[in-house]
Antibody, heavy 120, light 110 residues
């Protein structure tokens, strides 16, 4: 059974870098032709697509975050990561990782989500 | 990219049907059949209910259906049940090889 689990610091200081990891079990990132992505949700607000990475390493990012975001994959650990630089309070959100089927809008597996608070 | 437009709230009585709209442009909803719908209960992760406009994942009730006309996609829930009360989000592929969500619709079952 496929499971995704976010992990990382729950508190980040303003201007620093937010780093999260999504560990995948029940599927192999390197052999699975899926997209692996990040979505966030500020408290009390809607969902915001951050970006995704394909198993071959190609990436796509939300234009509004593109200058600050990097998504990478570590196939040896079967996980993918998110880095968001120069964070502000506006980056406080629940961060979700998810898997999407290629050539489809089928984003069928999600992590439980992780709250990251930006505060000094 | 601008968020897709959804009504802030809809409501219905048990057994009734409701429809939630999701309006975009020809660069997203209207240009591709890559629209999905997610249900989110408070404190929980979103759950996929419809993908590629009208396809239901395995395990999702057939009371949920999706459609699209022009730049507007719709989610219809028939035979409303108390457990359907949740927030619903649409999501679409865009011409910039990115994805955009709607602002969300709160469904209240009266």
């Amino acid at each position: 059974q496929l499971q995704l689990q976010e992990s990382g610091p729950g508190l980040v200081k303003p201007s620093e870098t937010l780093s999260l990891t999504c560990t995948v079990s029940g599927d192999s990132i390197s052999s699975s032709s899926h997209y692996w992505g990040w979505i966030r949700q500020p408290p009390g607000k809607g969902l915001d697509w951050i970006g995704n990475i394909y198993y071959d390493g190609s990436t796509h990012y939300n234009p509004s975050l593109k200058s600050r975001v990097t998504i990478s994959v570590d196939t040896s650990k079967n996980h993918f990561s998110l880095k968001l630089t120069a964070v502000t309070a506006a980056d406080t959100a629940v961060y979700y990782c998810a898997r999407r089927r290629p050539g489809s809008s089928c984003r069928d597996s999600w992590g439980q989500g992780m709250l990251v608070t930006v505060s000094s | 990219q601008s968020a897709l437009t959804q009504p802030a709230s809809v409501s219905g009585s048990p057994g009734q049907s409701i429809t939630i709209s999701c309006t975009g442009t020809s660069s997203d909803v209207g240009g591709y059949n890559y629209v999905s719908w997610y249900q989110q209960h408070p404190g929980k992760a979103p759950k996929l209910m419809i993908y590629d406009v009208s396809n239901r994942p395995s395990g999702v009730s057939d009371r949920f259906s999706g459609s699209k006309s022009g730049n507007t996609a719709s989610l219809t829930i028939s035979g409303l049940q108390a457990e359907d009360e949740a927030e619903y989000y649409c999501n679409s592929y865009t011409s910039g090889t990115t994805w955009v969500f709607g602002g969300g619709t709160k469904l209240t079952v009266l």
